[in-house]
């Protein structure tokens, strides 16, 4: 069983930044594919970046174009996702999620997969300002 926390949401004006913080317990030893969605009103979910906890290995949506960085502390057993040059259209609830498989890499795909993610945390607001 693994049980997340996310942290770190809140409101800042474009162009801004915000580190969000993803607390990870129950089972911390395995390595797995760990990633981060978001939701808007009115919007369906969708992936935003995803890393393996093992190697690091990491990919992000298109939309991101540079300005997220997903990284994981497997010290800590956290996974963050910085964000910088944030827009209006970022803003939207942000879920941590881990796979319900682990010891492996799913690859570019698993973003566009969250039925696949069997751990997902209470969700963090992020509201960004025009």
């Known amino acids: 069983q693994v049980h997340l926390v996310e942290s770190g949401g809140g409101s800042v004006q474009a162009g801004g930044s915000l580190r969000l913080s993803c607390a990870r317990s129950?089972?911390?030893?395995?390595?797995?594919?760990m990633a981060w969605f978001r939701q808007a009103p009115g919007k369906e979910r969708e992936g935003v970046a995803a890393?393996?906890?093992?190697?690091?290995?990491?990919v992000y949506a298109n939309f991101v174009e540079g300005r997220f960085t997903i990284s994981r502390d497997n010290t800590e057993n956290t996974v963050s996702l910085q964000m910088n040059s944030l827009m209006p259209e970022d803003t939207a609830m942000y879920y941590c999620?881990?796979?319900?498989?682990?010891?492996?890499?799913?690859?570019?795909?698993?973003?566009?997969?969250?039925?696949?993610?069997?751990?997902w945390g209470q969700g963090t607001q992020v509201t960004v300002s025009s």
């Open positions: 129950g089972d911390t030893k395995s390595r797995m594919t």
């Open positions: 999620a881990a796979h319900t498989d682990t010891g492996r890499w799913y690859g570019p795909l698993t973003l566009g997969r969250q039925q696949d993610f069997g751990y």
């Open positions: 890393i393996y906890t093992g190697s690091g290995i990491a």
